[in-house]
T-cell receptor
């Protein structure tokens, strides 16, 4: 079946690293995505990783992909108050080009 | 500016009073979708469209209708709204292809009394 799982909440102190984890089920997904939803706004693509990559780094963001375990993670270094948002993991199965499957979202709360 | 627009942004209505939420995109995208977002349930797809005059049900289509007469517009119609349709609604569009970033509208917060 299709399912993307992620924990619902994460609290991190300002300046620490945040790690948001996600598991997915469809190994045919060519791309895996992280979307960010700030309060009162729609989702925006934060970063993505191609399925033949293990890691992608983009400034403070690091995406790790373990295809064997179908595990995706997003690490945010030096977490800041502006990182407070809901983060959605998403996959796009190759045989279902009509559908992008989202996780339920992880709400990241920044502690002072 | 490339964007997805939705109107209205906020709506309070009563049970049974038909309403339409409009969605428009200016990126010439083929795919458009409607989602609802509810606490603890994440995003659930209501309907999607792969092109003009091509629409299909998503995961939670009951109580909703859509149409795709033009490529840029994809309105969501609630013929007889009920309180369980109180939610935050998002329209999204994307191009076809393997890399398919979704562009989301700003959301419509609907309350049905």
């Amino acid at each position: 079946g299709e399912d993307v799982e992620q924990s619902l909440f994460l609290s991190v102190r300002e300046g620490d690293s945040s790690v948001i984890n996600c598991t997915y089920t469809d190994s045919s997904s060519t791309y895996l995505y992280w979307y960010k939803q700030e309060p009162g706004a729609g989702l925006q693509l934060l970063t993505y990783i191609f399925s033949n990559m293990d890691m992608k780094q983009d400034q403070r963001l690091t995406v790790l992909l373990n295809k064997k375990d179908k595990h995706l993670s997003l690490r945010i270094a030096d977490t800041q108050t502006g990182d407070s948002a809901i983060y959605f993991c998403a996959e796009a199965p190759a045989n279902r080009d009509d559908k992008i499957i989202f996780g339920k979202g992880t709400r990241l709360h920044i502690l002072p | 500016e490339a964007q997805v627009t939705q109107n209205p942004r906020y709506l309070i209505t009563v049970t049974g009073k038909k309403l339409t939420v409009t969605c428009s995109q200016n990126m010439n995208h083929e795919y458009m979708s409607w989602y609802r977002q509810d606490p603890g349930l994440g995003l659930r797809q209501i309907y999607y469209s792969m092109n003009v005059e091509v629409t299909d049900k998503g995961d939670v289509p009951e109580g909703y209708k859509v149409s795709r007469k033009e490529k840029r517009n994809f309105p969501l119609i609630l013929e007889s709204p009920s309180p369980n349709q109180t939610s935050l609604y998002f329209c999204a569009s994307r191009d076809s292809g393997l890399y398919n970033e979704q562009f989301f509208g700003p959301g419509t917060r609907l309350t049905v009394l």
